[in-house]
């Protein structure tokens, strides 16, 4: 069995086929690295009055690191450590920030995993959709979650080192309110109707699916998410998703590799490069 290296890239965060010149100057600081990616990404909710074209709003399809790295030299040559202005960043979703946060902190070595989840800051009462970047501390022993995103935003007091309950992968979530001690019609995608705990259980497998390297687009759906996002799944289907919960929460790489290989959880071949 493949044991899971999350100081190497995986599928979507490989970044060896840009060129040299392009990652000069770029900082060898976990924290560092993260904060140079919001001045190559703009969030869509960020490009009113940037006049941007269809085609560009549909960057945020973009599924690897590389990708969004070809289409950031495409706009602007420059060194990846060099910001954008906002009309000349990659549009892409939270999920955009954390991929290349983490293909930028594997090639330099650094061990690190996108997390599918819920920021627990940004509405009173909400759990909304939400990724964040986790990087291995071997001085603090321990994994340091990072919103990406938002270390320039003042939603948490440390966005650089998220503390317990700030954010809450899919798995936490799931456990909490199987625990009873939240409720999951809170959950959800901002600014939609989709909201309960079959969102929770989308993010649940896109976490695992994560943590196995395969970092997805958060609307990407594969094996049942479809039955269960109609209501059509019943307790199997929760059962399976307790043991995602325990398999993540544990985070021991063997058996996450061992679960996300099963048929129901591993993502299809064509949603990968």
Known sequence: MATIDYAVPGPLTDL??????????LPADPVALCA????LVVHPLGTDGLGLTPERLAESQLRSADGIARRLLELDPASLAVPREPRARVVGTCRNFVVLSCALLRWR???ARARCGFGMYFQAGLGLDH???EYWSDQQDR???????????D???????LQRGEFLTGGEAWAAIRSGSADGRKFGVVGTE??????????????LAALAKREMLPWDEWGRMGESYRGETGSDYDDLIDDIAAVCGAGDPAVIDAMYER???????GLLP
Do not use: K, Q, Y
């Open 155 to 161: 939603f948490v007091s440390a966005p650089a080192d």
């Open 194 to 207: 989709n909201f309960g705990p079959a969102e929770i259980r989308g993010n649940a497998i896109r976490d």
């Open 263 to 269: 048929d129901e959880l591993r993502v299809p071949v």
């Open 109 to 111: 070595g650094i061990p």
């Open 16 to 25: 060896s086929e840009i060129g040299a010149e392009a990652l000069t100057g």
């Open 131 to 133: 990724w964040v970047t």
């Open 143 to 153: 994994w340091v979650r990072v919103d990406t995103e938002h270390l320039e935003h």
């Open 36 to 39: 140079v990616v919001p001045g």
